[in-house]
């Protein structure tokens, strides 16, 4: 009984080994060059170590399935040899089964084997590999290592074969495989559904890396729509085309618009106004940044960085001005289409989660009609006011105080505030069928 004990637990311990083999080459194979590459750079050695064993797979697989082919060999000798009798000879005992005993035993100590060997000496070492590939990696790389030293010669033998084998088939290892954009994508992708980035994040991060590839001229304002200031346009002129394009820099030129002389800025038109001096713009304005239309929106992105500029003009293969280019295009590039100040303080109705409508007071009535189509105010002939605060003014014939509700096309209309006498917003909620609305306009 305490050879059978020995002999089982010889047998555990080559199936731990075999484990250990299978999740020290899963675990590097698997692990993040970039990871251990930072680590290594912060003085772990081990993590250095781990890099190099990845960096030459050839060497370490070769070692592995050195180690892998020994453990199994000793284990399927233990096996057969010892196991596989003692067990044929209870069997033996029994008349019917005594032919078949051998084959039998051999059969169940096979089966047994396998089993074990497939769950603890492949299964479970892999998925604790996949689990933390950098951290078993750099706790495996060392002995790893020195297994490498000591089998070396018939490493060697192995790697050579190996390679030779490759050449017949042609095969040429070139260098490790960069990372694709797709990868990237595919990645971040993963990373939202982990909940590692946000929702908003991978459609950001594909806009960065579409950056290099974007030219200047997708991104500007065309020629036409700039606002040109003249370096001889009087006081009001100036003054005149900044408060009408509501924008904060302006090219300025001299004798035509494609002799730019500088760009002049609303900041520092207003600091000479505030210190009583005139307005010169040649005193006030500061060298333009000209780009050609060709070059990238990465690349004019460094160039802000370097100059400290942000806003550029873009001149075609002639010299010609064709169009402006500012850091908020940029950044509209990555994150989408930024609403101006006026566009965010625009009156609107939003329908939320539940089907009900919060809606402005102040959102003009035809343009309520088309964002809630369901309700239907009066015809444009009989109406006496603009916005659809003014139609609930006129359906309750008084200025409603807040709180107060009533039905109205199939929907509950609540005032849920007010801002002092002008009804400020309102929330539109449909009733379920059957419900008679009790007032119509």
């Known amino acids: 009984m305490n050879a059978i004990a020995v002999e089982l637990s010889i047998i555990f311990l080559l199936l731990i080994a075999n484990g250990v083999f299978s999740m020290a080459e899963l675990a590097v194979v698997s692990a993040r060059k970039a990871r251990l590459r930072e680590s290594a750079e ?28 020994l453990v199994g060999v000793l284990a399927a000798a233990f096996s057969g040899a010892t196991m596989a009798e003692k067990l044929a000879e209870p069997m033996k005992q029994v008349a019917w089964l005594a032919p078949y005993a051998s084959k039998v035993s051999f059969a169940i100590v096979v089966t047994a084997l396998t089993y074990f060997t497939l769950v603890i ?11 933390n590939p950098e951290g078993i990696a750099r706790a495996l790389a060392g002995p790893m290592r020195k297994l490498s030293a000591l089998a070396s010669p018939l490493v060697s033998l192995l790697s050579i074969s190996t390679d030779a084998l490759l050449k017949v088939f042609r095969f040429r290892s070139g ?38 590839r974007l030219p200047v001229r997708d991104l500007m304002t065309p020629r036409a729509k700039i606002i040109w200031i003249n370096v001889r346009d009087p006081h009001e002129a100036i003054w005149h085309k900044i408060v009408v394009s509501g924008h904060t820099t302006f090219p300025v030129y001299e004798d035509n618009r494609d002799h730019v ?20 713009m040649k005193d006030l304005m500061t060298p333009a940044l000209i780009v050609p239309t060709s070059q990238s929106a990465s690349s004019l992105l460094e160039r802000f960085k370097q100059t400290g500029k942000h806003i550029a003009l873009v001149a075609d293969e002639f010299g010609g001005i064709t169009g402006m280019v500012s850091l908020h295009d940029i950044m509209e590039a990555i994150i989408g289409e ?27 009535a035809d343009e309520f009609e088309r964002v809630v189509p369901g309700f239907k105010l009066h015809p444009r002939a009989e109406r006496d006011y ?49 419900v008679k609305p009790s007032a119509t306009p």
């Open 121 to 131: 000496g492949e299964l479970v070492p892999k998925r604790l590999g996949l689990s």
């Open 175 to 212: 260098e490790a495989a960069v990372v694709t954009d797709e990868e990237v994508k595919l990645l971040v992708k993963e990373g939202t559904r982990a909940g590692v980035f946000h929702p908003n994040e991978p459609a950001m991060v594909e806009s960065v890396m579409a950056l290099d």
């Open 261 to 280: 002389v500088g760009v002049v800025s609303v900041k520092a038109i207003y600091a000479n106004l505030a210190a009583g001096t005139g307005v010169n």
């Open 42 to 69: 912060g003085g772990d050695g081990r993590a250095r170590i781990a890099l190099e064993l990845a960096e030459a797979p050839n060497t370490f697989l070769a070692t592995v399935q050195i180690g892998i082919t």
């Open 338 to 364: 930024l609403p101006s100040l006026d566009e965010r303080a625009k009156p609107r109705a939003v329908r939320r989660d539940d089907g009900s409508w919060l809606v402005d007071g102040m959102l003009d």
């Open 386 to 434: 603009q916005t659809f605060a003014g139609f609930i003014v006129k359906q309750l014939g008084r200025v409603p105080h807040e709180g107060e509700s009533f039905q109205c096309h199939g929907f509950l209309v609540e005032v849920i505030d007010m801002d002092g006498h002008r009804v400020d917003k309102m929330l539109l909620m449909p009733l379920k069928p059957g």
